[in-house]
């Protein structure tokens, strides 16, 4: 059986208001974005993503942040993954973000660039280039489906670059203007392709995005100024996780420590908000969980630093609610006053999880083997709120567009 939550939590920071940006929210829990390939075959957002996202703002009042979303497709595809480019998409995607707010919670958006991590043959079938910071494939696997899809792995030209900078421009008008969401996310964690420019493993461009620490920041850096340009810092976030070994990520065993490179970005970022564009928040993963893994050599890890470099709000995700760190939460939320808790795996088998945190109601555990069923909606709609049994009602019901 799962845990249950302290009593302490519901009197803890975790149920207290705490503004980000301009957004206000009911407490400090928030949904982390968590990638459930329950879109269309187009990558346009589905009935069960309405029914699931609402589940979960209701009785809630917090952040929930959609899965990681592609801005365009060259910007890498998986199937049945999330899209909000063309008029579809975004109309898809209002809907959702309609119902959380209807229901009193706050909705975000992570824009997604996979880089070396997208399936070659799903972008072949697209007509799209296979690319990243340079031609370096994170596995023997990825090569193979690569050379087998005829689709290898490219680095990207600066014009390519200055493309995409562009599209996160557009798409972050069309995610606040369109489709209505509060903030924006940029996913610049679990080597994907911000993430790749960052890490001198896997880019060894000779360029100015390339060498330094800087350079290979910059890319990072150009999207969020320019999603800053677009929208406003206070409606701008970003997710980094510098002890990630996740995806071709060495962690705490890169030649270069964690410390050095993610401090830079982390100061650069400050820099900017001392300039009057201080991002929302910034969303950090523990050195306990690595992507879709739990990482259990870096339990140990002193990841109290981040606040050495960052002044602002904080959301931090990995393992929260797991045995060995529940009951610790208390404390650590009521450490500072500007830090949330994001929690992906405990929040897809509790659809109620603010509810149950607050009158410690044992949590219901999560299936991992059921997390990533591609279009189906087994291990997504079944869960239900506290004391109901599973519902397998529409285990076999086909996911249909939102628009």
Same mark, same amino acid.
């Given at each position: 059986?799962?845990?249950?939550?302290?009593?302490?939590?519901?009197?803890?920071?975790?149920?207290?208001?705490?503004?980000?940006?301009?957004?206000?929210?009911?407490?400090?829990?928030? =949904?982390?974005? @968590?990638?459930?390939?329950?879109?269309?075959?187009?990558?346009?957002? @589905?009935?069960?993503?309405?029914?699931?996202?609402?589940?979960?703002?209701?009785?809630?009042?917090?952040?929930?942040?959609?899965?990681?979303?592609?801005?365009?497709? !060259?910007?890498?595809?998986?199937?049945?993954?999330?899209?909000?480019?063309?008029?579809?998409?975004?109309?898809?995607?209002?809907?959702?973000?309609?119902?959380?707010?209807?229901?009193?919670?706050?909705?975000?958006?992570?824009?997604?660039?996979?880089?070396?991590?997208?399936?070659?043959?799903?972008?072949?079938?697209?007509?799209?280039?296979?690319?990243?910071?340079?031609?370096?494939?994170?596995?023997?696997?990825?090569?193979?489906? /690569? %050379?087998?899809?005829?689709?290898?792995? *490219?680095?990207?030209?600066?014009?390519?670059?200055?493309?995409?900078?562009? !599209?996160?421009?557009?798409?972050?008008?069309?995610?606040?203007?369109?489709?209505?969401?509060?903030?924006?996310?940029?996913?610049?964690?679990?080597?994907?392709?911000?993430?790749?420019?960052?890490?001198?493993?896997?880019?060894?461009?000779?360029?100015?995005?390339?060498?330094?620490?800087?350079?290979?920041?910059?890319?990072?850096?150009?999207?969020?100024?320019?999603?800053?340009?677009?929208?406003?810092?206070?409606?701008?976030? %970003?997710?980094?996780?510098?002890?990630?070994?996740?995806?071709?990520?060495?962690?705490?065993?890169?030649?270069?420590?964690?410390?050095?490179? +993610?401090?830079?970005?982390?100061?650069?970022?400050?820099? *900017?908000?001392?300039?009057?564009?201080?991002? /929302?928040?910034?969303?950090?993963?523990?050195?306990?969980?690595?992507?879709?893994?739990?990482?259990?050599?870096?339990?140990?890890?002193?990841?109290? +630093?981040?606040?050495?470099?960052?002044?602002?709000?904080?959301?931090? /995700?990995?393992?929260?609610?797991?045995?060995?760190?529940?009951?610790?939460?208390?404390?650590?939320?009521?450490?500072?006053?500007?830090?949330?808790?994001?929690?992906?795996?405990?929040?897809?088998?509790?659809?109620?999880?603010?509810?149950?945190?607050?009158?410690?109601?044992?949590?219901?555990?999560?299936?991992?083997? @059921?997390?990533?069923?591609?279009?189906?909606?087994?291990? =997504?709609?079944?869960?239900?709120?506290?004391?109901? !049994?599973?519902?397998?009602?529409?285990?076999?019901?086909?996911?249909?567009?939102?628009?």
């Amino acid at each position: 059986m799962a845990s249950v939550p302290p009593t302490e939590l519901a009197t803890s920071n975790l149920f207290k208001p705490i503004k980000l940006g301009n957004v206000e929210l009911k407490n400090r829990l928030v =949904y982390a974005p @968590t990638t459930r390939f329950r879109n269309t075959t187009d990558f346009v957002a @589905t009935d069960s993503m309405l029914q699931y996202y609402t589940a979960r703002a209701e009785n809630n009042g917090g952040l929930l942040i959609v899965e990681a979303t592609f801005p365009a497709p !060259e910007f890498g595809l998986y199937e049945r993954a999330p899209m909000i480019k063309t008029d579809q998409q975004v109309k898809a995607f209002k809907k959702i973000v309609d119902s959380v707010h209807e229901k009193g919670s706050k909705i975000a958006v992570q824009l997604w660039n996979l880089g070396r991590t997208a399936d070659p043959k799903c972008l072949k079938k697209h007509n799209l280039p296979f690319v990243a910071p340079s031609a370096i494939y994170f596995d023997e696997d990825s090569k193979k489906a /690569a %050379i087998e899809a005829e689709n290898e792995l *490219r680095e990207l030209t600066i014009e390519e670059i200055q493309s995409m900078i562009k !599209e996160y421009i557009a798409c972050a008008k069309r995610c606040i203007n369109e489709a209505g969401f509060d903030l924006i996310e940029i996913h610049g964690a679990h080597m994907y392709l911000l993430d790749q420019f960052l890490q001198a493993s896997s880019n060894k461009r000779t360029d100015k995005y390339g060498g330094s620490i800087e350079n290979r920041a910059r890319f990072m850096l150009e999207v969020v100024d320019a999603v800053i340009e677009a929208v406003g810092a206070d409606k701008v976030a %970003i997710r980094l996780s510098p002890y990630a070994e996740f995806q071709g990520a060495l962690g705490i065993k890169s030649e270069i420590n964690p410390i050095v490179t +993610w401090g830079y970005v982390l100061s650069e970022l400050e820099n *900017r908000a001392k300039k009057g564009n201080r991002l /929302a928040y910034i969303s950090i993963v523990e050195p306990r969980v690595s992507g879709i893994l739990d990482n259990f050599d870096n339990a140990a890890v002193d990841f109290s +630093w981040p606040a050495l470099f960052w002044k602002g709000t904080l959301i931090r /995700a990995g393992g929260y609610l797991d045995a060995a760190n529940i009951n610790k939460l208390p404390a650590i939320i009521n450490k500072t006053d500007n830090t949330l808790i994001a929690v992906g795996r405990y929040f897809t088998s509790n659809p109620d999880l603010a509810n149950r945190l607050k009158n410690s109601l044992e949590l219901t555990p999560y299936d991992r083997t @059921t997390f990533y069923n591609i279009g189906s909606n087994i291990g =997504y709609l079944d869960y239900q709120t506290y004391g109901k !049994e599973k519902d397998h009602s529409k285990d076999d019901v086909e996911l249909k567009p939102l628009a």
